[in-house]
């Protein structure tokens, strides 16, 4: 079983709806999570971050937190193409502040 | 804040030769930073974590001898991939810490060994 899992997608929206993004983890000890985009060729670049059970907003951006369900999911209000990307889920899983990265998920808003 | 570049941006060069790649924060101090490596279609793979004024730690499968990382001060760390080969060729991705444990991902590095 991988340590951070993502659905691989890829997944289409049609511009202006919402993109639900999911990812799950393994251990329960787990402190920190955090989303990251990654356009094709470039490094990747962070939305948030959350830490605590429940929704956190960030402007269009919505992480949500489930410790007990070991889930944490982003969800993308009023879809742009600009939002066309790969979105990693990155965890702590307590060691010495490393981060395991889920494959990613390909996200395309369709104008 | 919190910005963290890398150089070269992308470098070619002949198999057999050494390259060295700059990491460095810019606005903050880091005590850790980490090499990651990203092969095309596929996620970030961690190479080593960088600890300043000591010695990296490697990842299981990662070879210190040819990877190698140094963390001189508080703003820079260094890769140099050392005899380098095509199938070294990839993105080679530097972030590191201001605070708490979010990482800052530097631009990145395309190594194309010829």
């Known amino acids: 079983q991988k340590e951070v899992e993502q659905n691989s997608g890829p997944l289409s929206v049609p511009e202006g709806a919402i993109a639900s993004l999911n990812c799950t983890y393994s251990?329960?000890?787990?402190?920190?999570f955090f989303w990251y985009r990654q356009y094709s060729g470039k490094s990747p670049e962070l939305i948030m971050s959350?830490?605590?059970?429940g929704d956190k907003e960030d402007g269009r951006f919505t992480a949500q937190l489930n410790k007990a369900s070991q889930y944490v999911s982003l969800l993308i209000r009023d879809s742009q193409p600009s939002d066309s990307a790969t979105y990693l889920c990155a965890v702590n899983l307590g060691s010495a502040r490393q981060l395991t990265f889920g494959s990613g998920t390909q996200l395309t808003v369709l104008p | 804040g919190a910005v963290v570049s890398q150089h070269p941006s992308w470098v070619i060069c002949k198999s057999g030769t050494s390259v060295k790649i700059e990491c460095r924060s810019l606005d903050f101090q880091a005590t850790t930073m980490f090499w990651y490596r990203q092969f095309p279609k596929q996620s970030l793979m961690l190479m080593a974590t960088s600890n300043e004024g000591s010695k990296a730690t490697y990842e299981q499968g990662v070879e210190k001898d040819k990877f190698l990382i140094n963390h001189a001060s508080l703003t820079l760390s260094t890769l140099t991939v050392t005899s380098a080969h095509p199938e070294d060729s990839s993105f080679y991705i530097c972030?590191?810490?201001?605070?708490?444990?979010?990482?800052?991902f530097g631009p990145g590095t395309r190594l194309t060994v010829l």
């Open positions: 972030s590191a810490i201001p605070s708490t444990d979010t990482q800052y």
């Open positions: 251990d329960r000890g787990s402190q920190s």
């Open positions: 959350i830490y605590s059970n």
